[in-house]
């Protein structure tokens, strides 16, 4: 069983930064990956970063990338997502998930989720 729990969220202007953390407990695996994901009312889970525990090997939505860095630090078991340049349409709860294997882009594979930070960003 693995608990995620993210931290980091809040009101933040256009233009702004802000670092989500989440925290990993429980068992957990070198080989399994974790992703971001991010949802707003109405609309469907989508991808927003990812990274495999073993490798740090990275991936972005079109969306973020550039504005975006997934990081993590494996002594802390703790998952991070530096958020900049935030825009308005980055409003939404972010989720963090882990999955077996390599860091996939849908949120069907992913196991175990963590409770969700609110982002949002004013205009």
């Known amino acids: 069983q693995v608990q995620l729990v993210e931290s980091g969220g809040g009101l933040v202007q256009a233009g702004g930064s802000l670092r989500l953390s989440c925290a990993a407990s429980?068992?957990?695996?070198?080989?399994?990956?974790m992703g971001w994901f991010r949802q707003a009312p109405g609309k469907e889970r989508e991808f927003v970063a990812g990274i495999m525990w073993s490798y740090g090997s990275t991936h972005y939505a079109d969306s973020v990338r550039g504005r975006f860095t997934i990081s993590r630090d494996n002594a802390k078991n703790t998952v991070y997502l530096q958020m900049n340049s935030l825009k308005p349409e980055d409003t939404a709860v972010y989720y963090c998930a882990t999955k077996g294997g390599v860091v996939s882009t849908l949120a069907a594979p992913y196991a175990y989720w963590g409770q969700g930070t609110q982002v949002t960003v004013s205009s």
């Open positions: 429980g068992r957990t695996f070198m080989s399994y990956s």
